[in-house]
């Protein structure tokens, strides 16, 4: 897991609700295997739409409070931030290509 993609409560606000640009963001747990699954796709989009966008993974388990203001109930969970609102969301499973298309639409 690249743990330079997640981040905690305390890093939340400034890393996430006050970025200047788009921002994916990756609800999951290790003990999750659909979210181990689609792990790799978000790590690519990191690298893909770096300074266009970022891509943050929260993990569920350590962070449970940021999941519970979002009304994450399952994993994997990936919203897209922009302004500091959700503007898009997915539950679930889905194909890379779902998930940079949520952030296209946010650029």
């Known amino acids: 897991m690249a743990s330079n993609l997640g981040v905690s409560g305390s890093e939340f606000d400034a890393k996430v609700l ?8 990756d609800f999951w747990a290790e003990w999750c295997g659909p979210c181990k699954a689609i ?3 978000i790590e690519q989009l990191a690298t893909e739409y770096e300074g266009r966008a970022k891509v943050y993974k929260v993990d569920v388990d350590s962070d449970p409070d940021i999941a519970s203001n979002y009304g994450v109930m399952s994993i994997p969970a990936v919203y897209v931030f922009k302004g ?3 503007v898009e969301n997915h539950v679930g499973l889905a194909p890379k290509e779902k998930f940079a298309e949520m952030i296209n639409r946010a650029l």
């Open 39 to 41: 792990g790799p796709a």
């Open 18 to 25: 006050k970025s200047e640009v788009p921002v994916l963001v």
């Open 84 to 86: 500091g609102q959700v």
